[in-house]
């Protein structure tokens, strides 16, 4: 049975397992407009009631395949889902970042077929300047992009603002401090916790920034992403990745954490369990594309938390990086 939780001072109460867009825009393998369909479907009547979608993901797909089944689902219930979606900034939009910003919302509304969503996000990831990483927006620039979003909530066109935390995690603190954000999206899995804490040290991972003690003080709703490593924390990775990328060298980690899967549990199912057992998440929403992939996230909700013994082995994993030094870690 699903499972609820208060989404920081928004007031929202939303499923710990929600509905991630990267699977429903035919981003994470392949699909069909039909499976994707059923997935929606499924996840309503399962009692999920959070679903976070971003224009990026196949441009514009998630978006629109969301709107429809919304639109389409009986007695009118989609209407009752909470419905978050997102704005990325290019290169040639920091020219007018407002007006950017502004024409995003205008833009995901017509394909969600809403009036207003529940929540919009800067998709950006924050560093100290421009370009520090690959697409990347200054702090300064993620201010203004704020200001904008803050100006949106005002206009009702969304009831409230957030971001993607990710990029330097001293310039995301930074916007999480300054910006009056409702939410934060963070990075957090089996594979890479260190928004709950720091790395060990001489770690080659990238540092997210502690970003879910800051969270809870400052009243800031989080939710979990990547909590399958991009799909490295599932049996195989469903697409061709190169093989410099962080997925590929997660996957190579993931053999190491093999021990988990016991019982019939896999290892898929212990990643969502995984952030579960953070209580500053309130709801991990995994990208995937099909019903067997979602009924396997669900199935989380009812495991116990990993026990002390795991919990040892995988610190002692976690000292090492997992057997794979990282050779760049500005590669999210």
Same mark, same amino acid.
């Given at each position: 049975?699903?499972?609820?939780?208060?989404?920081?001072?928004?007031?929202?109460?939303?499923?710990?397992?929600?509905?991630?867009?990267?699977?429903?825009?035919?981003?994470?393998?392949?699909?069909?407009?039909?499976?994707?369909?059923?997935?929606?479907?499924?996840?309503?009547?399962?009692? *999920?009631?959070?679903?976070?979608?971003?224009?990026?993901?196949?441009?514009?797909?998630?978006?629109?395949?969301?709107?429809? +089944?919304?639109?389409?689902? #009986?007695?009118?219930?989609?209407?009752?889902m909470l419905v978050a979606t997102k704005v990325s900034l290019s290169e040639d939009d920091l020219a007018d970042i407002p007006g950017a910003v502004e024409r995003g919302i205008h833009e995901s509304l017509e394909r969600l077929r809403r009036e207003r969503v529940d929540l919009f996000q800067l998709h950006n990831t924050i560093t100290p300047n421009r370009g520090d990483y690959r697409r990347s927006v200054s702090v300064d620039d993620a201010m203004l992009a704020v200001e904008t979003l803050q100006r949106l909530k005002q206009d009702d066109l969304t009831r409230f603002v957030g971001i993607t935390g990710m990029g330097d995690g001293g310039s995301?603190?930074?916007?999480?401090?300054?910006?009056?954000?409702?939410?934060?999206?963070?990075?957090?899995?089996?594979?890479?916790?260190s928004n709950a804490r720091a790395? #060990?040290?001489?770690?080659?991972?990238?540092?997210?920034?502690?970003?879910?003690?800051?969270?809870?003080?400052l009243g800031i709703g989080v939710i979990g992403i990547r909590n399958l490593a991009a799909g490295a924390l599932s049996d195989s990775i469903d697409r061709a990745v190169p093989s410099d990328s962080l997925?590929?060298?997660?996957?190579?980690?993931?053999?190491?954490?093999?021990?988990?899967?016991?019982?019939?549990? #896999?290892?898929s199912r212990w990643s969502a369990r995984f952030a579960l057992q953070q209580p500053a998440i309130s709801s991990v929403v995994p990208g995937v594309k099909n019903r067997a992939?979602?009924?396997?996230? *669900?199935?989380? *909700?009812?495991? #116990?938390?990993?026990?002390? +013994?795991?919990?040892d082995a995988l610190e002692t994993l976690r000292a090492d990086d997992f057997g794979v030094r990282q050779a760049d870690d500005r590669v999210l």
């Open positions: 049975m699903m499972r609820y939780r208060k989404l920081g001072r928004t007031g929202l109460v939303v499923s710990e397992i929600g509905l991630g867009g990267g699977g429903i825009g035919h981003v994470w393998g392949e699909t069909t407009d039909e499976e994707i369909a059923e997935t929606i479907a499924f996840a309503m009547a399962e009692g *999920i009631n959070f679903y976070d979608v971003a224009p990026s993901y196949g441009n514009g797909a998630a978006e629109r395949n969301l709107g429809r +089944a919304l639109l389409e689902a #009986p007695d009118g219930r989609g209407q009752d995301v603190r930074t916007v999480l401090r300054e910006g009056s954000l409702d939410t934060v999206q963070c990075y957090y899995n089996l594979l890479n916790d790395l #060990p040290e001489g770690s080659s991972l990238h540092d997210h920034g502690q970003l879910l003690p800051l969270a809870e003080e997925v590929a060298a997660d996957f190579q980690r993931a053999r190491l954490l093999r021990f988990l899967e016991r019982d019939g549990v #896999p290892l992939e979602l009924e396997d996230q *669900i199935a989380a *909700i009812d495991l #116990p938390d990993m026990s002390d +013994a795991d919990a």
